[in-house]
């Protein structure tokens, strides 16, 4: 087979996050489940701007995340996902492309505009997230072209995905133009509540059409209605490789009979926006340039300490320095 | 005399900051004096922004952040400023708004988008500034509530005031206001090459309308075109009340025949924007509730270590107890 042009093409909600400090009194007046992410309508999310501190904006979206830390990394990196053609919009193409990825997808005119996720942090580092999907929902098959997927050797996709309805579908013919070029599926489940929403689609995709799984525990657990040992050999089953974080426990890596324990890398918790991101940019970095697993489980654990010691989702370091002193 | 309303009225540009780290061979090559804020167009700051790293989006504006930081320490503030009525300028409404700062200048409709800040910080934590002004240049003499004016205590006015041509204007409607009302006006120079445009109009300004004076000190041997300790006295003999900055070796405070020197107050320097807006911020919520000037000073230093201790020119922490531990 081919070299690729890409090793990694995420798909995913293009987002700019607005990021504010806020305490647990704040998220239970508004209702919100602490650590999750919450899917709200555009005249909700007006109302939890109105409500929040002053914030801090910055590009987010999970896949999005994920490219842009795979590419400060030095791995070949492209990202489909839909902004609008507003001035959020504008931020979000200046961001993820200054960050060395190619980004083909038109922006979407005259229609809602660009996706926001209004995310509260609070003291503990934790972060609560409100979603307003807008431009996102326009993202569909169409979008997908199937050259680009099969000159990636990994398309990865966000779990996320699965709530905008025609996204879906655009994650379905990706999947299958990866595996008909020979090419690598990854999934991320991205959060225990979308797991919920979608466990029927989630466990039959996760089955037949997912190479590389990364959940964290609870979404493992949510996934397949167990505890996590249980989970985790379920995940095993289905499968060839899986990356389950365990947060300050480090990760385990399971592909065929290996298991591989990582320990998690140390950092100043300042905001978590993005770890999952991280440590699945630092893992397929590793993956696609031939690293060992515990390599590849070494490099995710880094990235992740590096985004989770600021608020945002985003490196704020030169990141190249990790994978240059990285043990083989 | 009445109470006032309002502690401080700021009146400024009503700019979005977009804040990324850069290397000194980025400003040489895009010709930007390291240190200094220049004014560009829209050309310009499209061809800026191509080129700069990935960004962090936040409010500033001069004497917005000085508005924002007083009021974070329990000052009451308003703030008159122009953006448009896009993205950008809801999240500078939103910010200053949640700040607890009153901001009632209406947005501009139909002109030039909301005015933003490229602003690129180098590894020693010095910012330098790159301004499209935007819907600034909309703001004019009919934007100056008089009411409002004659019921603050202090209207403060940043010396970027004078680059959008109408501005002028509004700045001299606002402290005739201001004195007729027996009230007080506040002046900061901003910035040295600021001083440079404008310095037959700031000498004027500063002997005739203005009672308390800010500066740095190549702003302060800017505007006398003399070294420190001789502008340090003109500037004694021309306003009632001059605080003058000098970054790590502190502030002079200057009135009448008393000086006070105040030490700066240490913080681990990441990114210097806005440590002079904070400074005045912390001077002014202290004088305005009947400190010493040794108090004014020690606030005022205590707020700019914050800002600078971190991206951005707004305050991430609680303020609150910065007053409240405040020797008198």
Chains 1, 2 share one sequence.
Do not use: W
Not at 6 to 18: M, R, S
Not at 20 to 27: K, N
Not at 147 to 158: F, P, W
């Amino acid at each position: 087979m081919a070299a690729a042009r890409f090793d990694i093409l995420g798909i995913g909600n293009a987002i700019v996050d607005v990021v504010a400090r806020a305490d647990e009194a704040f998220l239970s007046k508004h209702d919100m489940r602490k650590g999750a992410m919450a899917l709200v309508d555009a005249a909700a999310a007006e109302k939890i701007y109105a409500a929040m501190p002053p914030g801090q904006e910055s590009s987010g979206g999970s896949a999005a995340n994920t490219c842009a830390v795979a590419a400060g990394l030095g791995a070949k990196v492209a990202f489909l996902g839909k902004v609008a053609d507003d001035q959020l919009g504008g931020v979000f193409r200046h961001d993820i492309t200054a960050a060395g990825v190619a980004f083909p997808t038109p922006a979407l005119s005259g229609g809602a505009p660009t996706a926001r996720c209004l995310i509260l942090v609070t003291a503990d580092g934790q972060r609560t997230m409100n979603t307003f999907l807008g431009a996102c929902v326009a993202f569909g098959e169409s979008d997908v072209d199937t050259d680009l997927v099969a000159d990636s050797a990994v398309t990865y996709l966000e779990g996320y995905l699965f709530d905008p309805p025609a996204a879906q579908a655009a994650f379905r013919r990706a999947a299958d133009a990866a595996h008909k070029a020979g090419r690598l599926v990854s999934l991320s489940l991205s959060d225990a509540f979308c797991v919920d929403r979608h466990r029927a689609a989630f466990r039959e995709l996760v089955r037949n059409h997912v190479d590389i799984l990364f959940a964290n525990e609870v979404e493992i657990c949510a996934l397949y209605e167990t505890e996590f040992d249980r989970a985790a050999e379920a995940a095993r089953a289905d499968v060839a490789l899986a990356a389950l974080t365990r947060s300050e426990n480090g990760s385990l890596i399971l592909r065929g009979a290996e298991t591989v324990a990582v320990p998690a890398a140390s950092a100043d918790v300042i905001d978590t926006t993005g770890a999952g991101d991280a440590y699945a940019a630092g893992f397929l970095a590793a993956y696609t340039s031939g690293r060992t697993l515990a390599a590849c489980g070494r490099l995710g654990s880094l990235a992740a300490a590096e985004v989770i010691a600021h608020y945002g989702a985003r490196p704020q370091s030169d990141l190249r320095v990790l994978l240059t002193n990285l043990p083989s």
